[in-house]
């Protein structure tokens, strides 16, 4: 039989049905509005998919391809649509043909990819990796000097997430309508190690209903007191990553900058509290998209939206079109430019890489990664990346840490061996292990020339509830204690005990220790009154019982496990409410509440 010809000017064959064929006949006119429709409908359809998907114009970008691949298979769907192919398979022939440049498209792109992906693997570029990073050597009591208590952060991100939400708990009209985002920024504000947490809104309904206004507040959490305070704005953040559709954080910087490269966006503070967004801008430096480094970060004012690029060197200035840079003195307040996970993964190229690839399979020479964890440390203003840092051949113990400016990228090695941060987490632990406290990841501290590892002990609930000092080179040498001082009394006391002849001025170290001042009984008020109504609420797993006094307006909030009685109070008893003077609104978080005659013993006497 003679090969079969399809000429979509006048028609192709179909099924062969006996000894004659049946064609579907599609005129010149039809089949071009037929591509013209599927042209116009992935169009269409594709601008939603970018929509939502957001990708950069940028060859960099790996979504970038992927995008164009989806265009070129909606193409081909669409095509199937309109002439029913999936239906009736005599249309076959005419969809392959038109499918051929989507496939071909889709093709380059693979090939792209391949080749892009093989410029930039470390098998190849081993080097290039390695010096993505500059790491210094330090010298460790130089650089790391007998810490002031007061800038140690004693919080994880846990434990801080965790007083967030309890103190957003304590502001009873907040909560119905918002919850605490977990994307949460340490950061040091006014010479203090804080982490700044957003809020986000509770659903999409209660979206719908307050996107108008914006997110009213957020929360500071004190890492050294512990101490969680709610700040309300004049005007709402109105741009946001938990906002929706033109007002999304990432939509409008993705409309506005279409070709850059974005990190995740870091959630800060300025000196004046006033709120904003660093979302840093990568570049692909080896290869199309192998050697991830920040060039420079958007500064985004989260109430107006209004938005400033930043370089982080003079050399990026020019690319990026921008005359600023971090190092300027306005710009000093920002914290986080280069993410932990970031700069984690850059010193282990360093650190595994330096000597070639091969060697970092074979003969792995001076080959070194850091440990699995990392903590935050504020010094000289800045906040910086602190992580231990192990040997290959033994992951044991450590030979070693890096501090790394989190704004400047400035790495520093310091060569301390000891004990494994996990090990020391299991020695503290294992001191008060009859009240099951977790152990925070630790920070290793300079006590009078002694390398330290210093961790926080909390309970389920994420308090803090006692501190304990682990010595670097002998983490059998462990001290606890309920409060910073006591800790380290202890652990003068151990390091004498085991022979460890360092001489630490207790008093003089800690002067530093930043406890909560107790407040002045002055900046109390009370009330006291019938009960004319009391409710209750669930509110994150806490019952909290609302008082309102005498028909007051107001209603006195306070938790169950603060003041047990609230569950027997009732309507008609009288009750003594303490609470804090300037305290205002529909609902007031009561400090104490005492209960005087109950509506059932009145009735009695009567």
């Not at 190690?193 to 999409?204: A, K, S």
């Not at 001489?503 to 002067?511: H, K, R």
Request: net charge negative; charged share 20%; glycine share 6%.
């Amino acid at each position: 039989m003679d090969p079969i010809h399809v000429d979509f000017t006048k028609g192709f064959p179909g099924k062969k049905g006996g000894s004659e064929e049946k064609a579907v006949v599609i005129p010149p006119e039809k089949a071009t509005l037929k591509r013209i429709i599927a042209l116009v409908l992935t169009l269409i359809i594709g601008a939603v998919v970018y929509y939502f998907m957001l990708p950069a114009i940028n060859f960099k970008a790996i979504e970038l391809y992927i995008f164009l691949g989806m265009l070129a298979l909606i193409y081909i769907g669409v095509t199937i649509i309109i002439t029913k192919a999936f239906v009736d398979p005599e249309y076959a022939p005419y969809v392959r043909e038109r499918s051929k440049i989507p496939f071909i498209i889709v093709g380059v792109l693979v090939l792209v990819t391949a080749v892009g992906w093989l410029t930039g693997a470390v098998i190849f570029r081993a080097k290039a990796y390695s010096r993505i990073i500059t790491v210094e050597t330090g010298d460790f009591n130089e650089d790391v000097a007998d810490i002031d208590f007061s800038s140690v952060p004693r919080l994880d991100t846990d434990a801080a997430n965790a007083v967030a939400t309890r103190t957003l708990g304590d502001l009873s009209d907040m909560v119905s309508q918002f919850a605490i985002s977990y994307d949460s920024t340490q950061i040091n504000y006014k010479n203090t190690p804080v982490r700044v947490t957003p809020l986000e809104y509770g659903d999409v309904f209660k979206w719908f209903k307050n996107t108008k206004n914006g997110l009213p507040a957020y929360i500071i959490v004190d890492m050294t007191t512990q101490e969680g305070k709610l700040v309300r704005l004049e005007n709402g953040m109105k741009y946001s990553t938990a906002e929706h559709f033109s007002h999304y954080l990432m939509r409008v910087l993705r409309f506005k900058y279409p070709t850059y490269l974005f990190d995740s966006a870091n959630f800060e503070i300025d000196e004046d509290g006033k709120p904003f967004w660093i979302v840093p801008i990568l570049d692909k430096t080896i290869g199309l998209f192998g050697g991830t480094d920040v060039i420079g970060a958007v500064v985004v004012d989260a109430c107006t939206g209004d938005t400033t690029v930043i370089a982080t060197s003079d050399d990026y200035k020019t690319k990026l079109k921008t005359q600023y840079t971090f190092l300027d003195e306005q710009w000093q307040w920002i914290d986080r430019v280069y993410s932990a996970t970031l700069v984690d993964e850059q010193f282990n190229y360093y650190g595994k890489y330096s000597g070639g690839f091969f060697n970092s399979i074979f003969g792995q020479q001076d080959v070194k990664v850091t440990s699995e964890g990392y903590n935050y440390l504020a010094l000289n203003d800045d906040v910086y990346m602190y992580t231990g840092v192990t040997s290959v051949v033994s992951d044991q113990s450590i030979i070693g840490f890096t501090l790394i400016n989190q704004r400047t990228k400035e790495a520093k090695f310091y060569l301390v061996s000891g004990a494994l941060e996990t090990s020391a987490q299991t020695s503290a632990e294992g001191k008060v292990q009859q009240y099951e406290y977790n152990a925070t990841f630790p920070l290793l501290l300079n006590i009078s020339g002694e390398p330290t590892y210093f961790i926080a002990l909390k309970d389920s609930s994420s308090y803090v509830k006692m501190y304990s000092m682990v010595n670097v080179k002998q983490a059998t040498v462990v001290a606890i204690g309920s409060s910073l001082s006591e800790c380290l009394e202890n652990y003068a006391a151990e390091l004498k005990a085991n022979g460890i002849g360092v001489e630490i001025d207790v008093d003089a170290i800690s002067e530093g220790e930043n406890q909560p001042a107790e407040p002045e009984k002055e900046e109390y008020a009370s009330i006291t009154g019938v009960i004319s109504d009391i409710r209750s609420q669930v509110v994150n797993g806490e019952t909290v019982y609302y008082i309102q006094v005498s028909s007051l307006d107001a209603y006195y909030s306070v938790k169950a496990s603060v003041y047990e009685q609230a569950v027997i109070l009732n309507a008609g008893d009288t009750v003594t409410i303490e609470y804090k003077k300037d305290s205002d609104g529909s609902i007031i978080p009561a400090v104490s509440v005492k209960l005087g005659k109950t509506k059932a013993k009145t009735e009695s006497k009567d």
